[in-house]
């Protein structure tokens, strides 16, 4: 409960009962009343449940707060669902489809027809709330637990994680539908950064390899045994970084990959990766050692690679990416990183010169 405007004066007077009367009924004191009905106070639920019952309104009816008017919105893609997270990037609204696992979350507002890459938006959050909001798009889990961990706390900004590739976050940070690109090639990140005014902060580092089942040890035991009969691959979509890595690899080993897989299993994430491989439905595939740890698989390094953060160098004077950054370099965070197999040595550090140079 926020708050903010409310109907308790409009009901008192409808019943005829002085904000006098109302209060020595609710228990409250007439100064405490005042303040519930001016909106410069938020109730106690048992608070609330008196008024209701004096006023003789459902707690609703008392204070819910007012509809906000439509939203008008850019979409990433014209194939939306109805519900989305919003939030303000640049100078205008985007809305980012709820799919997937994020279909647990609660949503931020409800499309109405879609006309190409524009909709109107129905809010179940107060906008000023969604302007806090900060989108971090890219496939590292990280960055999952670095928004859930700044969520949990108290300061500004609310951040959302919107897993994609790498190359997926690059194209939502250049399309305005991310404020943060996270990027596992240490090349491309340095590129973007000195490119186009752009900073770059590292994450951590993270091993790539090859997951299977431990009861599969013995006849999976590196990428040239993925060419025998019968074993099943899931792959990343093409352009993931684990989908070129395990491509190179094949290549090196002899491994068919796209003679012997003509529909294979395609995931969009390291975690979804490892699922197909802990639930039977896939015998391998690419991804990095904390989906391997989630799932209780086995790892077989293959590579060993940077993650980085990827934002305007403007946005680095915004309060909320400096809680964020705080954030990702607090002790918590990098103990909490580094028990999911990333290495922290490096969390937080900026490359200035991609900042100055951009």
């Known amino acids: 409960m926020v708050a903010g405007a409310n109907r308790v004066r ?12 109302l209060a020595a009924r609710s228990r409250l004191s007439r100064q405490s009343l005042g303040a519930i009905e001016a909106g410069r106070a938020t109730p106690a639920v048992d608070v609330a449940l008196r008024l209701a019952a004096v006023l003789e309104a459902p707690v609703e009816a008392l204070f819910s707060a007012p509809e906000e008017p439509p939203l008008e919105v850019d979409l990433p893609s014209p194939r939306a669902g109805p519900r ?5 990037i640049g100078d205008r609204w985007v809305a980012l489809p709820l799919s997937g ?3 647990r979350q609660p949503a931020d507002g409800l499309l109405g027809p879609v006309r190409g890459r524009r909709a109107s938006a129905q809010l179940l959050r107060a906008r000023s709330e969604l302007r806090d909001t900060i989108v971090l798009a890219g496939c ?12 949990l706390g108290h300061g500004p900004g609310r951040f959302r994680w919107v897993p994609c590739s790498s190359a997926a976050a690059l194209r939502a940070l250049s399309g305005g539908f991310a404020h943060v690109a996270g990027v596992h090639d240490e090349v491309v990140a340095a ?21 299977t089942r431990h009861a599969d040890a013995g006849r999976l035991g590196d990428v040239a045994a993925l060419a ?11 352009g993931a970084g684990a989908r070129r890595l395990l491509e190179r690899h094949a290549r090196a080993a002899g491994v068919p990959l796209t003679r012997r897989l003509p529909t294979p299993l395609v995931e969009s994430g390291h975690l979804e990766v490892a699922r197909a491989i802990a ?14 740890l989630a799932f209780g698989l086995r790892f077989v390094p293959l590579a060993e690679e940077r993650f980085d953060l990827v934002l305007p160098s403007a946005l680095l004077d915004d309060a909320r990416l400096a809680r964020l950054f705080e954030g990702l370099s607090s002790r918590a965070m990098r103990a909490d990183l580094a028990a999911l197999g990333y290495d922290v040595r490096e969390t937080g550090r900026r490359d200035e010169g991609a900042t100055r140079r951009g």
């Open 228 to 238: 025998a009969p019968g074993v099943r691959l899931v792959l990343r979509e093409a």
């Open 101 to 103: 696992d994020e279909a």
């Open 140 to 151: 590292a889990t990280g960055l999952s637990l670095l928004c859930q961990r700044l969520n």
């Open 279 to 292: 639930t039977g439905a896939a015998d391998a595939g690419v991804a990095t050692r904390d989906a391997a």
């Open 84 to 88: 989305v997270t919003l939030a303000h």
């Open 10 to 21: 409009e009901l008192r007077e409808a019943r005829g009962l002085s904000q006098l009367e």
């Open 191 to 211: 590129a973007h950064g000195r490119s186009s005014g752009r900073a770059v902060v590292t994450l951590a580092r993270w091993e790539a390899g090859l997951l």
